[in-house]
């Protein structure tokens, strides 16, 4: 029997991507029954230990080699997550086992991560001459995180569903349904910075979203209001979200004190 669909069979064109720090999520649940096992002095020699590696991220992020930044995780799914931003995945894998080395690693035990590379679209055009080369689209692309007071991060892919399948539509209308995206995202200028990270061929869904607020609020407002949008409400389809406050180096001691 033939197989009937409603889709069109042609090939549509793939968008041009601008893509720039690669990227990687690392969530951590704390051990806490056996940390509390642990003599003090030797859990603060651990803390210490954290400090310093993470004093050396920052002097990565001073040279505008890299970025990362440091949640705690509200809920059950995680205690922490550490996002580090590297010019390779070389970079990614050598601050993945540094990380791991640490003596206080051995309590932080995975619970999810992910990979993904700093991705922008070009629906909108990507401007004259070299993108690569436009200073706005080098501090979007290679991007100091903002010392935001929470994050949002969740990975969410878009529909190859029969009827709802993205790829499948024209470029002109995906150029179209973007713009409309791109409208609702810009009326939460200075509210909320977005980090799209795409990660189809990376990790199990296509893009990784990672938003930054000061207020924890409007995390809720723009997912529920893109809801509504097409791009979202046909064509979205969502992973866990996870949502955190930020964590200074500096209240570490306080943070992992019993
Ligand atoms: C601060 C908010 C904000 C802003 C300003 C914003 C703007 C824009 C622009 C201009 C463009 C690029 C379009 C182009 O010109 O290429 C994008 C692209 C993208 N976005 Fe976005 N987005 C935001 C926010 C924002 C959110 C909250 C989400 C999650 C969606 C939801 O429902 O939970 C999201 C997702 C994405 C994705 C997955 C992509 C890539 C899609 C693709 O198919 O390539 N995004 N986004």
């Known amino acids: 029997m033939q197989h009937q669909s409603s889709e069109p069979t042609v090939t549509q064109q793939a968008a041009e991507t601008l893509d720039g720090w690669y990227t990687f ?3 951590r649940r704390i051990d806490w029954t056996r940390l509390k096992q642990v003599e003090a002095t030797v859990r603060t020699k651990m803390v210490h230990e954290f400090q ?33 931003l590297r010019p390779t995945m070389e970079d ?7 990380m791991q080395k640490l003596d206080l690693y051995d309590y932080l035990i995975p619970t999810y991560s992910y990979v993904s590379v700093v991705e922008l679209g070009t629906y909108r055009g990507s401007g004259e001459g070299n993108p690569y080369e436009n200073p706005y689209v080098r501090d979007r692309l290679y991007p100091i995180l903002p010392k935001s007071k929470h994050i949002c991060f969740y990975p969410m892919s878009k529909s190859r569903r029969d009827g709802d399948n993205w790829y499948t539509l024209s470029m002109e209308k995906r150029k179209e349904l973007m713009y409309r995206h791109g409208m609702i ?17 990376f990790d199990d869904w296509e893009w990784g979203v990672t938003l930054f607020a000061n207020d924890i609020l409007q995390f ?12 979202s409400a046909k064509y979205g389809e969502f992973g866990e979200f996870f949502i955190g406050n930020r964590l200074e180096s500096d209240e570490l001691e306080a943070h992992f004190a019993l």
């Open 52 to 84: 310093a590696f993470l004093s050396e991220l920052t002097q990565v992020e001073e040279q505008k080699e890299g970025s990362h930044a440091l949640y705690t995780i509200i809920g059950q799914k995680a205690d922490l997550v550490l996002m580090v």
């Open 25 to 27: 999520h690392d969530f």
């Open 220 to 231: 809720k407002k723009i997912v529920y209001e893109m809801r509504f949008d097409e791009v």
């Open 185 to 201: 995202g810009r009326s939460y200028a200075g509210k909320i910075q977005q980090i799209i990270g795409g990660s189809t061929g």
């Open 92 to 98: 990614i894998q050598a601050v993945e086992v540094k």
